[in-house]
C-alpha cells in the first residue's frame, strides 16, 4: 500500500484541500458537540427512569402487600369454613350411625 501524498502535483488540488480539511474540522466539532448533548440526556433520562422504576416499584410494593392481606384473610375465613364443616359431619356421622345400625337390625329382625 502506498502511503498517502503531502501534497498533490497539480497546485490546484492543494487549493482545493484546504477547504475540505475545514469542512471535515467543522464536522469533527459539531459532533463533538452532539456526543455532548447526547451524553447530557442519556445521563437525565437515565436519572428520570431510576426516579420512575423506584416510583412504580414503591406502588407495586404496596399493591402486592394489600393483595397478600386479602388473600391471607381471604384463607382464614375458607379454613373456618372447613373446620366448622369437619365438626358438622362429624356429628351428622355420629348421628346417622346408630340410626343405620337401628334399621339394619330391624330388618334383620323382620326377616328373621
Known amino acids: 500500500m502506498t502511503a498517502?501524498?503531502?501534497?498533490?502535483?497539480?497546485?490546484?488540488?492543494?487549493?482545493?484541500?484546504k477547504p475540505v480539511d475545514a469542512g471535515f474540522t467543522k464536522v469533527d466539532e459539531r459532533l463533538e458537540k452532539v456526543d455532548k448533548k447526547i451524553d447530557t440526556v442519556?445521563?437525565?433520562?437515565?436519572g428520570e427512569m431510576k426516579a420512575g422504576f423506584e416510583k412504580a416499584?414503591?406502588?407495586m410494593e404496596g399493591l402486592f402487600e394489600k393483595a397478600d392481606a386479602?388473600?391471607?384473610a381471604g384463607f382464614a375465613r375458607v379454613d373456618a369454613d372447613i373446620r366448622e364443616l369437619r365438626g358438622e359431619i362429624k356429628w351428622l356421622i355420629y348421628g346417622l350411625v346408630p340410626i343405620g345400625a337401628t334399621f339394619i337390625h330391624s330388618l334383620i329382625s323382620w326377616f328373621a
Do not use: Q
Open 4 to 17: 498517502p501524498k503531502e501534497t498533490w502535483t497539480d497546485p490546484r488540488l492543494n487549493e482545493f484541500g
Open 42 to 46: 442519556a445521563g437525565e433520562l437515565r
Open 57 to 59: 416499584d414503591k406502588k
Open 70 to 72: 386479602k388473600m391471607d
